[in-house]
T-cell receptor, first 110, second 115 residues
Framework: EDQVTQSPEALRLQEGESSSLNCSYTVSGLRGLFWYRQDPGKGPEFLFTLYSAGEEKEKERLKATLTKKESFLHITAPKPEDSATYLCAVQAQGAQKLVFGQGTRLTINP | KAGVTQTPRYLIKTRGQQVTLSCSPISGHRSVSWYQQTPGQGLQFLFEYFSETQRNKGNFPGRFSGRQFSNSRSEMNVSTLELGDSALYLC??????????????FGEGSRLTVL
């Protein structure tokens, strides 16, 4: 069964303090790994898709990387507006559904 | 471009009742997926519809059902509600079946409370 585990569950940082979120996965043939951001009371918002080990994607202060077993979401010099829950999901080859992790709740203090 | 619209946003039901939730996808999107989000289980896939046909289904009991209309709008129904059905129900639309890019566009959800 495809599984996604995210760590830590929650993370508090000071503004400007860089860090990384982890997403470990087991899947029977990876079609894609996806990162989403979810603000309170809102639906998830798509950030990145990664397809193969070694791939990297960047968007503003966020950079996502992928290995054969895990993905990292690196946050550089975060700002309070980066506070949200970050969700990781995988899609297996031949599958249509996304399997999501539990998310990491990130809080950036000013 | 209007986003995914879900109605109602909030509702309260009692055990044994049934509920119907509605989702209007982004114009031009033909695939609609439904997910249940709870604090304990996270986001779990319910089903996906494409061209009015259910193409994929998650591990939920038959009390959970859905349908898609010719204009791509979708509804999901939960019958004989249980306390454990309390959750945020999220609808997501995409251009293609299975969203091979993983880019799903989510609505803000319908928060169901079962008393």
């Amino acid at each position: 069964e495809d599984q996604v585990t995210q760590s830590p569950e929650a993370l508090r940082l000071q503004e400007g303090e860089s860090s990384s979120l982890n997403c470990s996965y087991t899947v029977s043939g990876l079609r894609g790994l996806f990162w989403y951001r979810q603000d309170p009371g809102k639906g998830p918002e798509f950030l990145f898709t990664l397809y193969s080990a070694g791939e990297e994607k960047e968007k503003e202060r966020l950079k996502a990387t992928l290995t054969k077993k895990e993905s990292f979401l690196h946050i550089t010099a975060p700002k309070p507006e980066d506070s949200a829950t970050y969700l990781c999901a995988v899609q297996a080859q031949g599958a249509q559904k996304l399997v999501f992790g539990q998310g990491t709740r990130l809080t950036i203090n000013p | 471009k209007a986003g995914v619209t879900q109605t109602p946003r909030y509702l309260i039901k009692t055990r044994g009742q049934q509920v119907t939730l509605s989702c209007s996808p982004i114009s031009g999107h033909r695939s609609v997926s439904w997910y249940q989000q709870t604090p304990g289980q996270g986001l779990q896939f319910l089903f996906e519809y494409f061209s009015e046909t259910q193409r994929n289904k998650g591990n939920f009991p038959g009390r959970f059902s859905g349908r898609q209309f010719s204009n791509s709008r979708s509804e999901m129904n939960v019958s004989t509600l249980e306390l454990g059905d309390s959750a945020l129900y999220l609808c997501a639309s995409s251009l293609y079946l299975g969203s091979h890019t993983g880019e799903l566009f989510f609505g803000e959800g319908s928060r169901l409370t079962v008393l």
